[in-house]
């Protein structure tokens, strides 16, 4: 089968677009599968959370996604092939971060934000239960490659006026994608982390579920700090003991249940 490809984005910086990637790659993989994460965001945290060092520590641009962007520029495709890592995690693999990534940012031609669309085109990723692509906060070339090669976009947003506010942008961009360069493009969910039991986070996902009804996740990420020291300890929050880990695991694991991913045992972990 072929691996739904899935876009983690929001403008707004620190929102849980990475942790919501690494925890439902750690979901999946707790159940057998497979993930494929493909770091777009030279800030490389999702590479770095899954224990794989960025391009730039290692100076190799190999195995990262600073190279399917060079190598599509030289009329190469499928090549993402060649630069698929594995991770410090059982079933996880990545492309990982370069910091040069940054360059792509707002340099680039017309055919730039097609690059890694190119780089996947052709290749067997069947392998892999879902592609997950953490994007950066911003709404440049890097963003625009994921949503051009994407079959969907998870928004993940924090219940604060930033964050809806985000959300309401996001969908603009999502729009306008959809008209031209893939139409084929849905919103898989928007989905709300770090909420905390106070009047504010209460009142802000309420306004979400109105503005947006279904498009909501039922299932909210509670803000723990356990997903924070998971992260730092670069282990599968499905493997992290203590402090709220367990209420975590959950919450991904009710996530993914609501999500178009299909944990197949033909994807189930090889590594
Ligand atoms: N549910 C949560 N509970 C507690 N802390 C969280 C939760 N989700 C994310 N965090 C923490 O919040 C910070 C920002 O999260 P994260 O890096 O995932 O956001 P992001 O949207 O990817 O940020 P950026 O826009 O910079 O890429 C991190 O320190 C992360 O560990
Ligand atoms: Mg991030």
């Given at each position: 089968m072929t691996p739904r490809r899935i876009a983690f984005a929001n403008q707004k910086g620190g929102v849980g677009k990475t942790a919501t990637v690494t925890g439902l790659a750690s979901a999946i993989t707790a159940r057998g599968g497979r993930v494929l994460i493909i770091d777009m965001d030279p800030q490389g945290n999702a590479t770095e959370g899954v224990g794989v060092p960025r391009g730039e520590d290692l100076a190799v641009y190999e195995g990262t996604t600073w190279a399917l962007f060079i190598e599509s520029s030289q009329g190469r495709t499928g090549h993402v092939v060649?630069?698929?890592?594995?991770?410090?995690?059982?079933?996880?693999?990545?492309?990982?971060?370069?910091?040069?990534?940054?360059?792509?940012?707002?340099?680039?031609?017309?055919?730039t934000p097609w690059y890694v669309d190119l780089a996947l085109e052709d290749a067997d990723l069947s392998m892999y239960a879902a592609i997950l692509f953490d994007c950066p906060p911003s709404l440049g070339n890097l963003l625009f490659s994921a949503l051009n090669t994407v079959d969907s976009v998870i928004v993940v947003t924090e219940?604060?006026?930033?964050?809806?506010?985000?959300?309401k942008s996001l969908r603009?961009?999502?729009?306008?994608?959809?008209?031209?360069?893939?139409?084929?493009?849905?919103?898989?969910?928007?989905?709300?982390?770090?909420?905390?039991?106070?009047?504010?986070?209460?009142?802000?996902?309420?306004e979400l579920r109105k503005s947006y009804g279904?498009?909501?996740?039922?299932?909210?990420?509670?803000?723990?700090?356990?997903?924070?020291?998971?992260?730092?300890?670069?282990?599968?929050?499905?493997?992290?003991?203590?402090?709220?880990?367990?209420?975590?695991?959950?919450?991904?694991?009710?996530?993914?249940?609501?999500?178009?991913?299909?944990?197949?045992?033909?994807?189930?972990?090889?590594?």
């Open positions: 060649e630069h698929i890592r594995p991770s410090k995690w059982d079933g996880v693999d990545v492309v990982a971060a370069h910091i040069n990534l940054a360059n792509v940012e707002q340099g680039g031609g017309q055919e219940p604060t006026v930033d964050g809806v506010k985000g959300v603009k961009t999502v729009a306008l994608v959809q008209k031209r360069p893939n139409p084929r493009l849905v919103i898989d969910g928007i989905v709300i982390n770090k909420r905390r039991a106070n009047g504010e986070h209460e009142f802000r996902e309420e279904d498009m909501v996740a039922r299932t909210v990420i509670p803000d723990y700090v356990a997903r924070q020291d998971a992260h730092s300890a670069q282990i599968p929050i499905h493997r992290h003991r203590g402090g709220k880990s367990l209420a975590l695991q959950v919450a991904y694991d009710d996530l993914l249940a609501e999500l178009p991913i299909e944990v197949s045992t033909v994807s189930a972990g090889v590594k």
